[in-house]
């Protein structure tokens, strides 16, 4: 049978027998597979997103609840341009950023340490394990009450989230690192720091990109958390106070802020890691 790229699956033949069989792959005339997914990932928002302007404006849904995106997009751009907007998203941009680098930093290397020092990973593994599962918004009240209302408790919430998927995966990256190349790197006379930088960080690293890749998803929705409970700035207060006064349209607005926002930064880390890990691409 030729070979076709496509979704595998099973059927029984005429003699009872499973066969495997290759279901062709929808594709374009014209368009590379690889073109016709990047089209697949741009069509399908935008066809929602029309679905939806439509509906509104047949008023097939509750405008007061589900207002047009073109209602949206002309909220937004009036927002930007009274410098609101801007300024609750550099305030939420730079809780975001500290947050994310007093939490990631030690983590990387307090876990590759773990992934290889076996009585260090005895000794904090059950502790991990324990404060992992505890919801870091659960911590907000008392950060609120150690740090007060000001920067630091949302920094500090920020940083808990950050810190323990990237430990994990950390750890994970260190544990995975074959017993050869620790020797090698040892036979070699790596030592100390230059045995992690050039033997285990290497090896780690496209793991750990998956932690920071979770670490920042879960500092965007902290970030919310924190700026909802106790802040008069950034892009939670900003849907929290919409909220407030029920105005949907910037109540909206900030949804798509945070998405946005959520694009960026997970595009950002893509480059860092084609920048710092080409051979795991």
Not at 35 to 56: D, K, M, Q, S, Y
Not at 84 to 101: A, D, K, M, W, Y
Not at 146 to 159: N, P, V, Y
Not at 208 to 218: M, P, R, Y
Request: hydrophobic share 60%.
């Amino acid at each position: 049978m030729a070979r076709r790229m496509g979704v595998r699956f099973r059927s029984s033949g005429a003699s009872g027998q499973a066969e495997e069989r290759i279901a062709p792959t929808p594709a374009v005339r014209g368009l590379s597979r690889a073109a016709w997914h990047r089209c697949l990932a741009v069509g399908t928002p935008v066809a929602v997103l029309i679905v939806w302007e439509v509906f509104a404006r047949l008023d097939w849904i509750d405008v007061r609840f589900f207002p047009a995106p073109s209602v949206v997009v002309l909220s937004f751009i009036g927002l930007s341009g009274t410098g609101e907007l801007p300024g609750h998203l550099l305030t939420s941009v730079f809780r975001i950023f500290s947050g994310f680098l007093v939490g990631a930093i030690p983590a990387v290397i307090l876990g590759l340490l773990m992934g290889l020092v076996p009585w260090l990973r005895a000794a904090l593994g059950q502790i991990v394990a324990a404060i992992y599962p505890i919801p870091k918004s659960a911590l907000l009240p008392l950060f609120l009450l150690i740090f007060g209302i000001g920067e630091t408790s949302k920094i500090a919430l920020i940083a808990a989230g950050v810190f323990f998927p990237v430990l994990i995966n950390a750890t994970a990256g260190a544990l995975g690192v074959p017993r050869i190349y620790l020797d090698v790197g040892a036979n070699y006379g790596a030592r100390g720091l230059r045995f992690y930088r050039t033997v285990v960080l290497p090896w780690a690293m496209p793991v750990i990109f998956a932690g920071l890749k979770i670490g920042i998803n879960i500092a965007m929705v902290l970030i919310v958390i924190a700026e909802i409970a106790g802040a008069e700035t950034g892009i939670g207060f900003l849907i929290w106070q919409a909220w407030q006064t029920f105005d949907i349209e910037a109540l909206y607005v900030g949804l798509l802020t945070i998405a946005l926002l959520g694009i960026a930064l997970n595009l950002a880390l893509d480059w860092c890691q084609r920048l710092l890990v080409p051979w795991k691409l």
